[in-house]
């Protein structure tokens, strides 16, 4: 029989049948995509609070001479894409740079030692870092950094230098030994103040143990040094 000579009745029970497949169909979609309440993870908690203290602090802007939100970023993608469990961060300020580290340590399960001469930007780094719930995550040194590095035994996954510029080249005499092959060196500044780390920048591109690279287009520019791995060497 042609489609166009159907009775009316059983072209209606077909529409009818469809319709139902339809709103089936229809039922069931909706139910995969009905939002579920979702309850923040602990790591997204921390994350979050972390996140509300360093915004306090760029609110603040009182002259600690943190690093932008940009770089900040830049120091969690590098610590967290590789892995690194030992920190060794030299110039701790008000401790901005140190949160965004530890964004990165909580995942990688590691720690920040940190340096500063200064002990009013210390305690403030202290109670910072208590806001933010890290304070087991870093610990502070106060002193000369030029002396006080000499103390760290451990391996360092991690070097990043912003403090005196002039001392960089002391910090890396003193602590390139500790820096694991494959490890790196982040030096912040050094487009802004080239002419005070010239050894320094001599030094990381003429060593053939090290690889450097320059980001220059960053806020002040930043070093990035590979302390070549052993293999490749
Ligand atoms: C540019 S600020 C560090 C900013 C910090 N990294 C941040 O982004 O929040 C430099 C800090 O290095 C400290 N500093 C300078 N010379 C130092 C030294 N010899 N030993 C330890 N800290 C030093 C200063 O007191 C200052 O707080």
Redesign the pocket.
Known sequence: MDAYMRPPRTKSLRLTACAAVGVALLAAASCAVRPTTIEPSDAMKAETRILGVLEDMYRQEYG????TREDGRLLRILAETSGAKHIV??????????LWFCLALQTTAGRLIT????DY?ASLARENFQRAGVDHLVTIVE????KTVTNIKGKIDILFL???KT?NLDYLNKLLPLVRPGGLIIA?STTANSQDMKDYLDAVTTDPNLVTTFLRETDKGIGLTLKKPASTR
């Open positions: 600690m001479w943190n690093v961060e030299i110039g701790t300020s008000d401790g901005c740079s140190a340096h500063e001469i200064d930007r002193g000369d950094a030029h912003h403090a005196d001392g912040h």
